[in-house]
């Protein structure tokens, strides 16, 4: 799979609005400011791809990057620290509950959580969701060059013994 031609496919801001349900997709998920778009930028080589921002809560649809043979790399709207109301916070939710539950494409999920805050509650619920649906989950700890090489070192030794119990998770440093 070459991920370097990957495109931007669409936006959606409910499951109607998401490409056809028949292909294979690996979703982008973790709180706000936690790195998805730069990681999914940073895998397909193109600094332009997915639109970053300093601000927290800049992704607000599910945005959908073409690969080839009709695949799908997704970055989900953040969870937590965007200044919107909550009444938007709850939309973001009911939309990323009904994908994550309805969406026969979606075969994985990388989960992008901040090394220094490493697991906070909604992290640990995506993990016990994707166990439920027997879903892989491979973590990526953001941010480690915010950290010495051995706190880093430390905090994932930390977080391998957090998701030790959970089959069918990896976990990986990425900066």
Not at 5 to 25: G, H, M, N
Not at 27 to 52: D, E, H, M, V
Not at 123 to 132: A, K, P, V
């Amino acid at each position: 799979m070459n991920y370097k031609t990957a495109k931007f496919v669409t936006s959606a801001v409910r499951l109607d609005d998401c490409p056809a349900d028949s292909q294979r997709e690996v979703a982008f998920a973790g709180c706000s400011n936690a790195g998805k778009s730069s990681a999914i930028n940073t895998l397909t080589n193109q600094t332009r791809l997915a639109r970053t921002s300093k601000t927290p809560g800049r992704t607000q649809l599910i945005n959908f990057f073409g690969l080839d043979e009709g695949r799908y790399l997704v970055d989900l709207p953040g969870y937590g620290y965007a200044k919107v109301p909550l009444s938007v916070k709850s939309q973001w939710q009911e939309h990323l509950d009904l994908y994550l539950n309805k969406r026969d494409a979606l075969v994985g999920l990388v989960l992008l959580t901040d090394i220094r805050h490493a697991f906070k509650e909604f992290d640990l619920m995506m993990i016990n969701w994707s166990q439920r649906s027997n879903m892989p989950v491979h973590v990526l700890l953001t941010k480690v060059d915010k950290l010495k090489r051995g706190a880093a070192q430390n905090a994932l030794l930390g977080a391998r013994k957090q998701i030790a119990g959970f089959p069918n998770v990896s976990i990986q440093l990425f900066s």
